[in-house]
């Protein structure tokens, strides 16, 4: 199986900066890596898929990047706001599922 | 948002009851999967369904079992709940990409308590 490490619990921003998440895999490298945002109390919404011949993704102010040397993604939150705040979830694939790591418990503050 | 919903949505239990929970999907989605979710273990899988009578385990499946009769519903069964089991359940729904599944539509959870 696949593990996943979000290095950081939880993370703190001032309003306007950008926040960058950490996801290491520590096994086989995925086809894909998914991040998820999840609020209190609800289910994961998923935001951005970046697949193994991907180096970026972006989607509006979200950015994901994907090292397979360094066996790592990264997701940039650009411009943060207080609404940004959430934890928000890497996902690696394997055969028919998705191994999902503890989270990173983003705090914008305004 | 995605038509899945999840029955019940919170429950409370004395152990060695059996406990079903229901995902019920509106999408048409191929793949359905049950996760339970806990502090400082994240999101881990315990059965997963790729078709209509077809299931798998996943890496936390010891006492469930999951049955699905129809496309559109997958249940999981505790058969004897035990405190180990109170957790937050989601089932969650997606259809398969070339390397794995693809972005998975999550219901808002079942937590589950077992006394």
């Known amino acids: 199986s696949q593990k996943i490490e979000q290095n950081s619990e939880a993370l703190n921003i001032q309003e306007g900066k950008t926040a960058t998440l950490t996801c290491n895999y520590t096994?086989?490298?995925?086809?894909?890596l998914q991040w998820y945002r999840q609020d209190p109390g609800r289910g994961p919404v998923f935001l951005l898929l970046?697949?193994?011949?991907?180096k970026e993704k972006r989607k509006e102010r979200l950015k994901v990047t994907f090292d397979t040397t360094l066996k790592q993604s990264l997701f940039h939150i650009t411009a943060s706001q207080p609404a940004d705040s959430a934890t928000y979830l890497c996902?690696?694939?394997?055969?028919?599922?998705?191994?999902f790591g503890t989270g990173t418990r983003l705090t914008v503050i305004p | 948002d995605a038509g899945i919903t999840q029955s019940p949505r919170h429950k409370v239990t004395e152990t060695g009851t059996p406990v079903t929970l229901r995902c019920h999907q509106t999408?048409?989605?191929?793949?359905m999967y049950w996760y339970r979710q806990d502090p400082g273990h994240g999101l881990r899988l315990i059965h997963y369904?790729?078709?209509?009578?077809?299931?798998d385990k996943g890496e936390v499946s010891d006492g469930y079992s999951v049955s699905r009769s129809k496309t559109e519903d997958f249940l999981l069964t505790l058969e004897s709940a035990t405190s180990s089991q109170t957790s937050v359940y989601f089932c969650?729904?997606?259809?398969?990409?070339?390397?794995?599944?693809?972005?998975?539509?999550f219901g808002e959870g079942s937590r589950l308590t077992v006394l």
């Open positions: 996902a690696s694939t394997g055969a028919n599922n998705l191994f």
């Open positions: 096994n086989y490298s995925p086809a894909y």
């Open positions: 970046i697949r193994e011949n991907e």
């Open positions: 999408e048409n989605h191929r793949y």
């Open positions: 369904s790729y078709g209509v009578k077809d299931t």
């Open positions: 969650a729904i997606s259809d398969p990409l070339a390397g794995g599944p693809g972005e998975l539509f």
